[in-house]
């Protein structure tokens, strides 16, 4: 099997989870025998470039012509079976849907995101979710709101492209969703059933766990719509020590949040950004993992490495949280939660997003994770090994070469 993988690499001050899964998917398919060719353009060589290309960067979301005559000679010396296709902005555009069809290559495009249908990808704006451009022929409310870099002139840039590579789009050969909220997503766009896979991400497997550690952990981006704020309010409504230790690890703008808890309780510790050993160890120290997103988080990483550590996740019942503990199908965007109250999946559990629910949530699972450690792990041996992810993977390939 001979696959392209065309991916625009996100800027590396923004560190992005895209980007590791990218590298992961290359890796995995090479071991697993199949020959991977990359066409991956990367944003932090933006400053770098010509007067030129920098003057036709901002049409670059609706055609990028260095990208296009560079993808078809690739096409058409190595003639490969299948073109995979992550990210394509700004620098590749979706046109290489377009040219690779015209080269009689098949697209796979792995769906990170809702950029189908807004600007930035998130549904999430000014503190809360937003779907304010779903279900329009053009994203207006974006391009009023700024969503896309803060900029109305790139927002309508943006704006313009999704709407004029709907067809584009809906001419993908098969998309593999990351989990039933994005394959949702995609059915109200207008893709049909047949031609959507859900296929989630992997990683690496740690190896057999740690005996369980006591207490909580959260770790990650420390951005709004991670959770932090609505954490720390609901773990405020308990005495200091009454759950044990809380440990906050990562970095991002609301840093100080982190900061202020871990000064003014004992059970709060600020652990600071950490590398893998680090994660480890702060897995190995706890016993359960937060993972409480206030919007439609896709698919957060987070989740899948704590289950590989068989640690049990509490959630909240946003995006692919529910689909990842084993609570039921992924929450998409403008739909309803059925989740009402703390319910319990093979490997977790989800609340509402609501300080109060998570607050409640709380003790009772401290004292129920210890008992969920195993099922955590074989939730991710059975679900998010490599081996499983890329045996699917491979067999989407064959189905659409066929």
Not at 76 to 86: F, N, Q
Not at 272 to 288: E, I, K, M, T
């Amino acid at each position: 099997m001979k696959v392209v993988v065309a991916h625009n690499r996100y800027r590396s001050v923004l560190p992005s989870g895209e980007n590791v899964i990218v590298d992961q998917d290359i890796a995995e398919l090479r071991a697993a025998g199949a020959q991977v060719l990359p066409f991956l353009r990367d944003s932090d060589d933006i400053p770098a470039m010509s007067t030129l290309d920098k003057a036709l960067l901002p049409a670059s979301p609706l055609y990028n012509g260095r990208a296009q005559r560079e993808l078809a000679a690739l096409l058409r010396r190595t003639r490969p079976d299948v073109l995979h296709l992550h990210n394509p902005y700004p620098l590749l555009s979706p046109w290489v849907v377009r040219t690779a069809h015209r080269h009689g290559v098949p697209v796979v495009q792995t769906v990170h995101n809702y950029r189908q249908v807004c600007s930035p990808g998130l549904y999430f704006r000014d503190g809360g979710i937003c779907t304010d451009c779903r279900g329009r022929a053009l994203g207006w409310p974006g391009v009023r709101h700024a969503c896309y870099r803060d900029s109305r002139a790139q927002s309508a840039v943006m704006a313009v492209a999704l709407a004029a590579h709907r067809p584009t789009w809906r001419s993908v050969d098969r998309y593999l969703a990351l989990t039933s909220g994005i394959a949702a997503h995609l059915g109200d766009y207008g893709i049909p059933a047949d031609r959507i896979a859900v296929k989630p991400n992997s990683i690496p497997d740690p190896g057999p766990p740690a005996p369980a550690g006591d207490g909580f952990l959260f770790y990650g981006r420390f951005a709004p719509e991670k959770g932090l704020g609505l954490l720390l309010d609901a773990w405020h409504r308990h005495p200091d020590g009454a759950l044990g230790p809380l440990r906050l690890a990562g970095d991002g703008p609301q840093r100080e949040l982190a900061e202020r808890a871990a000064a003014s309780r004992a059970d709060v510790s600020y652990l600071g950004p950490l590398d893998r050993d680090g994660v480890r160890a702060a897995l190995a120290a706890s016993s359960v993992v937060l993972a409480v997103p206030t919007w439609h988080d896709v698919l957060p990483t987070v989740v899948i490495e704590a289950l590989a550590a068989g640690r049990p996740v509490l959630g909240t019942a946003l995006g692919g949280v529910p689909y990842l503990v084993g609570v039921g199908a992924a929450v998409a965007p403008g739909a309803a939660s059925p989740v009402t109250a703390l319910t319990a999946g093979a490997a977790g559990w989800v609340v509402p997003p609501r300080a109060d629910d998570l607050a409640a949530a709380l003790p009772a699972v401290r004292a129920a994770a210890p008992g969920l450690a195993g099922a955590a792990r074989d939730r991710y041996l059975a679900t998010f090994h490599p081996d499983v992810v890329t045996a699917q993977l491979l067999a989407v390939y064959a189905a659409v070469a066929r």
